[in-house]
């Protein structure tokens, strides 16, 4: 957890990664939109008792789109043009991206192919954002194999998947994305066209992780509709506590950690960490997310029974813990010590698992109940250690 500043007090550390001050577009604000839909597809996979291969689906469909969105990200914070043509390339993606989401309640038995040709035409995308790189002046140019590897080749590849039958198809994505994935991993920053905006990726991040609490009050609220009751009620006030204090921890603490480190950093090591924190990590921050919003919907849904379903209590729960050793892998990444992190991160996960084993003998309004105070208890012991820290950097007083 790191001390919130300001995104000019964050760019006026010596030596560091300056911040441009740059701010999401209009155009990216319309695209998030289509990931709206996207999430509401994905959570509702998890409704009701899911069970492992249901959470597999969820995993398997959430990161080649989760993915995409990292790499649009990028392409956005290096070429920032607001033209015609990448005005037309955004939105064919946005048109790709709403192709998939239509075909994710099925894209595991027969609508996978439409997926995977929804995601190949998102490589083409990509391809057309990159290639004007590959005509810089040196030493900004992007070298052709590039693009023509990691977008061009893997689309064709992915347009080529959606004639393969399953269960081979779902190997050849993995295979797919683990190669995208080992291309960027090798490049390790090397050759980008440009230096990165850290204060556009930490803003852009963030609003991704709105996107996601916003999935999930929108379940709370739709559930509460259909389960009109009180304790439906009592159960969608508790959810609510739970969603506004991990709100309120994420962009207290999480997302100004990420301003603060990604600032006093130069371009490389910018690079590394806008890659590992908001590339993967985030993956299992905001996966974490979409898993509770399923939970809390039908937590409400069900909130007159004398307990959970146990795949309900393991996605809500369980997403819950997954949030907090996401979070514990950040704070690792930007070099806290183990035992720091651990004092928070050990009951941030393990209460909530502590939750699934006595869900069986808990009503749903008291499981939902203890989670919230879970997360509300993480937020101050946040606040307090804040507290502490301003008190200790402050002078003391004559």
Request: glycine share 10%; hydrophobic share 55%.
């Amino acid at each position: 957890m790191g001390t919130p500043r300001s995104g000019a007090d964050a760019g006026a550390d010596g030596g560091g990664h300056a911040q441009e001050g740059r701010h999401a577009d209009w155009l990216e604000l319309f695209f998030d939109l289509v990931f709206v839909a996207l999430a509401a597809q994905l959570s509702h996979g998890l409704h009701g008792d899911p069970d492992l291969r249901d959470f597999a689906v969820f995993v398997g469909l959430y990161f080649p789109p989760w993915w995409l969105w990292i790499n649009l990200l990028v392409s956005a914070n290096l070429f920032p043009e607001d033209s015609p043509r990448r005005r037309l390339l955004m939105l064919s993606a946005m048109l790709c991206i709403a192709v998939m989401a239509c075909a994710v309640p099925e894209a595991a038995t027969d609508r996978g192919s439409v997926y995977a040709l929804g995601y190949a035409g998102t490589r083409l995308v990509l391809l057309g954002l990159w290639w004007p790189a590959t005509k810089y002046p040196a030493p900004r140019r992007v070298p052709p194999w590039r693009p023509l590897s990691y977008c061009l080749a893997s689309g064709l590849l992915w347009a080529a998947s959606a004639a393969v039958p399953a269960p081979w198809q779902y190997a050849m994505w993995a295979v797919l994305i683990a190669a995208e994935m080992a291309l960027l991993l090798t490049a390790r920053g090397r050759g980008l066209p440009g230096r990165l905006d850290t204060g556009h990726i930490v803003e852009r991040v963030g609003l991704f992780v709105i996107i996601v609490l916003g999935e999930s009050v929108i379940a709370l609220v739709t559930s509460a509709d259909h389960a009109w009751t009180l304790r439906a009620g009592a159960v969608g006030v508790l959810g609510f506590v739970l969603l506004s204090a991990l709100w309120w921890s994420y962009f207290d603490f999480g997302s100004t950690s990420a301003e603060l480190m990604l600032s006093r950093a130069d371009d490389r090591q910018a690079y590394l960490l806008a890659r590992d924190v908001g590339g993967f990590l985030h993956f299992f921050v905001t996966a974490g997310v979409l898993c509770m919003a399923a939970g809390l919907a039908t937590a409400v849904e069900e909130a007159d029974h004398a307990h959970l379903p146990t795949g309900a209590v393991w996605v809500l729960a369980g997403g819950l813990a997954l949030y907090h050793a996401a979070h514990a892998g950040i704070a690792l990444r930007y070099g806290r010590s183990p035992a720091s992190v651990a004092v928070w991160a050990v009951p941030g996960v393990g209460i909530p698992l502590l939750i699934v084993r006595a869900a069986g003998h808990l009503a749903p309004w008291l499981l939902v109940m203890l989670l919230a105070a879970e997360a509300v208890a993480h937020l101050l012991y946040a606040r307090m250690m804040l507290g502490r820290r301003l008190g200790a950097a402050a002078p003391p007083r004559p």
